[in-house]
């Protein structure tokens, strides 16, 4: 999309999705929408998307048709909610609601193939997949529950899936509770997942795996992991599938004494940097990344431009990190340099309620 005004020269801009949590508030809309220009880094206009209930915890898109699914809580399904809507630029229209399938949904996404979209409920340790039709509405549900606790008593009383990921016809599941990453095969016929025993790659004992990314060539795979801020660089057995330890950098400087969980992590569109947020500490730690190892190495950590940077998101070209900060109600960006990694001062800040989720929109 080009934005421009008579006598000016066009800018290439995205239109931008914005996820909020607007719980006890009469006017919140869950879902916010605003062009991005990628020459200077500026939002436009915030204006309302779509009315989500109390949240809009995560946002994704179909791979290939223009639709919009989201999480949260809503007023049909006050414990946990998928919606998809059709997207026409910045409007969006709702054409199916359903249950998350489990209590507290903070994360979904759609496989490559489009045919199956993932949920995962924190609060009840519940996993749900639900087929997609070709029109990219949600057909019916499968969900799975998986059992057992961690050593940290407050965050790990049980299984906390916090993140769904496909890479092929698997399905990666972060499970917090239970220091684990599962892996489930998907059927090749119904697209079920096969819940018997899954694959599980474990964490350090108390680490909290929460979110995941893929190296560009899908050897490799990253995770943040909340309660010990850390990232985990993990490589794939080629025989088995299995995800193997490399190593596990620290996500904050050297000394540094704080309060801290991560939450975000993000891999550089040119597959040479690493990114991953902290809360607390309220910066992004950025590494380099070995494309042959697949290792890390910290280069910076610099600060979000806001206050708990639950989320982010880098824009297509690479050139922006957009930061959503749930505690300063404020989206900022922040200029990538593309052949260093490193990241400048906040560019542009806007204000809206809690903002939990970015999505440049395609």
């Known amino acids: 999309m080009l934005l421009h005004t008579p006598g000016e020269s066009a800018h290439t801009a995205f239109s931008i999705a914005i996820g909020t949590a607007v719980e006890g508030e009469s006017d919140g809309w869950g879902i916010l929408c605003s062009s991005f220009d990628i020459e200077t880094g500026c939002f436009g206009e915030v204006t309302p998307a779509a009315k989500f209930g109390s949240s809009a915890t995560f946002l994704c898109q179909h791979p290939s048709l223009p639709m919009l ?3 949260g809580r809503s007023d049909n399904y006050p414990l946990g909610a998928l919606a998809a809507f059709t997207l026409d630029g910045c409007t969006l229209k709702l054409v199916a609601e359903a249950s998350s399938g489990g209590s507290t949904p903070c994360h979904l996404c759609v496989n490559e193939a489009a045919t199956v979209l993932a949920v995962a409920n924190y609060d009840d340790g519940t996993v749900s997949t639900l087929s997609l039709r070709r029109d990219g509405v949600p057909s019916f549900a499968f969900a799975t529950r998986t059992i057992g606790k961690g ?3 407050e965050r790990q009383d049980g299984s906390h899936p916090h993140g769904v990921y496909f890479r092929g016809d698997i399905l990666h599941v972060p499970d917090l509770g239970l220091d684990k990453v599962h892996q489930w095969q998907l ?3 119904s697209g079920k997942p096969d819940w018997g ?3 599980s ?4 004992a108390g680490s909290g795996p929460r979110h995941m990314a893929f190296s560009p060539n899908g050897r490799h795979a990253y995770v943040v992991n909340e309660l010990d801020s850390t990232v985990s660089a993990l490589k794939y057995e080629e025989v088995s599938g299995g995800l193997v330890l490399l190593d596990c950098v620290s996500t904050l400087p050297e000394g540094v004494n704080v309060s801290n969980t991560t939450a975000e992590i993000a891999i550089h569109p040119n597959g040479t940097f690493l990114y991953a947020s902290n809360r607390g500490h309220d910066s992004i730690a950025v590494f380099s990344r070995d494309e042959i190892s697949g290792r890390l190495r910290r280069i910076l950590v610099a600060p979000a431009g806001g206050k708990n940077p639950r989320h982010f998101a880098i824009s297509p070209d690479g050139g922006w990190l957009v930061c959503a900060h749930q505690d300063s109600s404020t989206v900022a960006t922040l200029p990538l340099d593309a052949r260093s990694g ?3 001062e906040p560019r542009t800040t ?7 989720c970015v999505l440049f929109l395609r």
């Open 151 to 153: 050593p940290n008593r």
């Open 201 to 204: 790659w474990h964490s350090a």
């Open 342 to 344: 490193m990241i400048g």
């Open 69 to 71: 699914y989201a999480v």
């Open 197 to 199: 025993s899954p694959s």
């Open 350 to 356: 806007i204000h809206c309620p809690h903002p939990i």
């Open 187 to 189: 059927d090749a016929v």
